[in-house]
């Protein structure tokens, strides 16, 4: 088996790996019950090498792995990364640098949105991955030999796919796109969570300002005792619990024992204290500082339609252009796109406006029509002809808002 435990074996591969011009990377973790995830097995392949890194065999040291990671001259490929980047860079202090992920070249290179990894090996590799394995103990040792191959597979054809995508970038001149979409990747404030900011995860029924301090404060002393022992949030107390404290916002211990929510072991001693010094740290924040949650924009009526609009000329763009629609703009940014010409969304911006944005506004403006072509069926953009003011020429036939069509169906 292609399976390294000593740090002598680990050297060499790495010091191998290290004249590659790039690597694929892939880990496998546990973190059902911690908070951290636990790394189990990491899997390295180059352009002619390929093995298996055991990170809990005994003396094992993974700095030559971690210098390998840090090197700048060898490309580091993986596969929807963002769970294995939050392990490395705790583990390291750092990312590793320059990446590569397969999952966002596939959505600029128009293979769908979120892709899986099984999809583009078939697809780009022409391999097969056995997912039986999947959902392996891989804490439990020691690994059997079908365990290695399956982790070597999510590596292997890899390098294949990586290639395969490259090429495509290269020829469509879309390896900015794909820069461009890295950086969210390559941020530390990706992978690093604010206590403080943790409450807007919750599912509240209430915007109460002094509600969402206490809420805020609960939420921000979980994340960090969920930290220090490292343990699921809902470990420590569940989110139904958080809420009902929120909103009852005990200041007594005999008043948080109250709380339906919360397990009798916590409503005393050091946890029950700290959670009561939560809610009136809450409690007594000044109205200035009282946190509140993003209103809901209210867009002009009959906007409806203008969106259905700008939806389908996204679609029909990016299907000509071979993009997922997803990377181009979201639903709620088409709402903001079509409310306001200046919005500061990611259509407007870069080669998203270049493919999709200035489109869009000249659909708004009756510049451009939509229509169906008589000979293979698919929608077309056809120019609008204009005045000599650069106005759309000829008369509104209709002007029926989302409004109007509401009004006349209550009406029959």
């Not at 030559?64 to 939050?86: I, Y």
């Not at 994340?223 to 949030?233: K, S, T, V």
């Amino acid at each position: 088996m292609s399976l390294i435990t000593e740090t002598e074996a680990l050297a060499g591969l790495c010091a191998r790996l290290a004249h590659s011009k790039y690597v694929t990377v892939d880990t496998e973790f546990i973190r059902e019950k911690t908070y951290w995830p636990r790394l189990c097995l990491i899997q390295v392949a180059g352009e002619d090498e390929a093995a298996c890194i055991d990170p809990l065999a005994e003396g094992l040291d993974l700095e030559p792995f971690f210098a390998l990671m840090r090197d700048t001259s060898v490309l580091k490929v993986f596969h929807a990364a963002r769970q294995d980047l939050e392990i490395l860079l705790k583990m390291m202090g750092e990312l590793p640098t320059p990446l590569f992920d397969t999952q966002v070249a596939a959505m600029v290179c128009g293979f769908g949105e979120s892709v899986g990894y099984e999809t583009l090996a078939t697809k780009l590799a022409n391999a097969h991955i056995d997912k039986s394995t999947r959902f392996t103990d891989w804490s439990k040792r020691p690994l059997t030999e079908r365990q290695v191959v399956y982790a070597l597979s999510d590596v292997i054809p890899l390098r294949k796919v990586y290639r395969k995508l490259a090429s495509v970038l290269a020829r469509t001149g879309r390896s900015e796109w794909l820069d461009e979409e890295m950086k969210v990747l390559t941020a530390h404030s990706t992978y690093i969570a604010d206590p403080r900011e943790m409450f807007r995860r919750l599912k509240s029924r209430t915007k109460n300002p002094r509600f969402l301090a206490v809420l805020r404060e609960l939420a921000a002393w979980r994340e960090l005792e969920a930290m220090r022992r490292d343990l699921p949030r809902q470990r420590v107390i569940r989110d139904e619990a958080l809420l009902e404290i929120a909103a009852s916002s005990p200041t007594t211990l005999a008043a948080l024992a109250d709380t339906r929510q919360l397990p009798k072991s916590m409503t005393e001693g050091p946890t029950a204290e700290a959670i009561v010094e939560a809610v009136e740290t809450g409690l007594a924040l000044p109205t200035g500082e009282l946190p509140e949650l993003p209103s809901h924009k209210d867009h002009p009526p009959g906007l409806a339609p203008v969106v259905d609009l700008l939806r389908v000329l996204l679609k029909t763009k990016c299907d000509a252009h071979g993009v997922a629609s997803k990377i181009v703009a979201s639903t709620e940014e088409l709402e903001d796109l079509a409310a306001d010409d200046n919005a500061p969304v990611r259509a407007l911006a870069g080669w998203r406006r270049i493919l999709f944005g200035e489109d869009a506004l000249r659909l708004k403006h009756g510049h451009i029509a939509l229509a169906i072509s008589p000979d293979n069926g698919r929608i077309e953009l056809i120019p609008v002809e204009e005045d000599l003011d650069g106005e759309p020429r000829g008369e509104v036939i209709s002007g029926v808002t989302a409004d109007d069509i509401s009004d006349a169906s209550d009406a029959a």
